[in-house]
């Protein structure tokens, strides 16, 4: 099943039309009857998480490309620890990353696949975690690299507004670790690999953060990127993920 | 005016009894007819915020204290810089902080003024951003220093489940900066300070923030300690700040 959110509401896609849920697909949401032609849709980000949880290093070859970049923390991970990102900068399908006037230099994408949580859970199993998940979306973790070096938290270098672009949908039937993420510029790969080739993945994340933190319905973990892509006003990045669909947005200055 | 937050909705206080509301005071909620006696409510957070925003080093003496105790990043920010807290930690007046069974060694209060945000704010000047807040309240920012220290991020040194005690309500008419925060365990003074001792005050974090994020209602801005104060369970903490109110948690430990 493909869930997805407008204006209207939450809505449930079926081929080319969107079957409007009476609540949220978290709350068991049903269909109401209403239904809107999924070309002229605007698609929101899918959910609003009650906490945005990010996890940063999380790939090999990006740990390695980060030490060779001379930052010097990005040493491999030896638990799975998690971070954090800021909705303000949350945004959807189609809609423009906006680079800030004083950005310059490296502006990336790292294409994530993205655990929407379903149930409440704390301290649980590894099955429980696996249970605890009600699907999967496409995440596009935008950084400002200048500043990320330059400031001492991530709040403008990663969460400025436009920066965390979600979605089209989530999808509930597919085996995230199985898939391939593709992300293209202007139509053109620039990056692909497994997506599943995680240091830690999602269940471990799950496993080790609710020894001390309850995780909610409608809680979002963006998993990490494997590669990371320059971006320049102009362009379109699109991320693909086998089983889950396209995220597309253009990049555009600010004005 | 005094807002509240309790299991039946939100509530104006008025003397002894909490006037519930027929929406959120931020969204211009008015007395619905119902009351409910004060001293009979379980005061919740009184707001869970899109976006939960912390400052960390605000206070002269707060980073020359981490400095002595070796924290090398502790120097005295250049900027206002601001970072996050989630939203799984909050918690209410009188809730149990509870600490949890592998925190051993420091585990401190950390007694804190919260703005909260009234109004969708981007590029705000001062004066727009000192009309931007509803309202002040009460944070302690528990923090267990051994993992602040061992961990890559804040994840569980400070956003374990109950590590964010915030309340007991909003105070919408005092001026912060005039104020004195006292923090208390089991009724002796651990503490005091002047609230408005600030390295950069709330406006200043709003003008800088607001240049990169949009800032919405019901935002919490947690502007950082002058002290900390170690906690044990079987302590009350009490965090007052005057014109405010007090803030009070029973400390346990992990069952």
Redesign the interface.
Known sequence: MRYCRIAEGFGLIDDDVIRLLDRSPLEGGRPDGLVVPLAAAKLLPPV?P??FYAV?LNYRSHVEHALARGYP?ATS?ERP????R????LTGHLSPIVR?AGVHGRFEAEPEVVAVIGRTI?NASRGEAQASVFGWTIGNDVSAREWQNS???F??SK???TFKPMGPWIETDVDPLAQTTTCRVDGEVRAEFATGAMIFDPFDFIVE?T??????PGDVLWMGADATVQLEPGNVVDIEISGIGVLSNPVQEES
């Open positions: 609003i009650p906490v940063g923390a991970p620890e998690v971070g954090y800021a909705n303000n900068a800030p704390r400031d001492r938290t709040w403008r969460n400025s507004d953060t020894k001390y933190i309850t995780m909610h």
